[in-house]
């Protein structure tokens, strides 16, 4: 998986493209903690992401938990595989999708 | 049909899913389908991997049937006893703060695929699951 990212002072944009799965997730997670700190306006890009499993499910939830108290999370360009995903294990509800 | 044995190991995860998407393509099965039967095979895999065998390490043998109309996979480990659907689902509607991660993966692979059945046999955890498409 590639993770581009973006900081532009309190604003961070994070691209993910391949897969968000148990190999890929901790990678996503370490540059997240490295990256998040003052962090007030978070963008994921899904526009070329393939695939999630639960493990990518549980990177997105711990740092919607963070997003929540530090400022917004927003995830865009998420294909209909993935939304299905999110539907299914109720993610759309929590995440902020556009 | 193909049956192959891999350690039961993380670092396995991309040939497990090699060798299911090579079966699958060879049968047209669709896209969407196909990355539901990856996502399930993940997760069954990962729960091998990280619990069966918590002294030693030990393997998983898979076996992949898959046709046009339908794909039959079964993960057998020889870990300790274990049956993952008897976990309870996870509440979805919960609001963000009170969301856990823990069981999410079992709960897509019920969801998404058509049958999913644990057997214990002798030394051996048989989990199976069945797309159809």
Do not use: W
Request: aromatic share 6%; charged share 25%; hydrophobic share 40%.
């Amino acid at each position: 998986m590639e993770i581009t990212k973006k900081k532009d002072g309190g604003a961070l944009k994070i691209a993910l493209e391949g897969r968000l799965d148990t190999s890929t997730a901790p990678s996503l997670e370490e540059t997240l903690s490295k990256e998040l700190s003052g962090v007030t306006d978070l963008e994921f890009d899904f526009a070329k992401l393939e695939y999630i499993s639960s493990a990518g499910l549980r990177v997105l939830l711990s740092t919607q938990k963070i997003m929540k108290n530090q400022g917004t999370m927003k995830v865009k360009n998420v294909c209909p595989e993935i939304m299905e995903v999110f539907d299914i294990t109720g993610f759309s509800e929590i995440l902020t999708i556009e | 049909m193909k049956e192959q044995v891999f350690s039961a190991s993380i670092d396995c995860l991309q040939d497990v899913l090699s060798l299911i998407e090579q079966e699958l393509e060879a049968v047209d099965c669709p896209m969407r389908t196909t990355i539901q039967i990856s996502v399930a095979a993940e997760e069954i895999f990962a729960n091998i991997a990280r619990y069966a065998y918590p002294e030693s390490g030990g393997t998983a043998v898979i076996r992949i049937e898959a046709d046009e109309h339908e794909t039959v996979i079964r993960f057998t480990d020889a870990g300790i006893p274990f049956n993952p659907l008897e976990k309870p689902d996870p509440d979805i509607s919960l609001p963000v703060e009170q969301r856990e991660a823990g069981g999410l993966g079992i709960y897509m692979v019920k969801k998404t695929m058509d049958e999913v059945t644990y057997q214990r046999d002798g030394l051996n955890n048989i989990l199976t699951i069945v797309k159809r498409y």
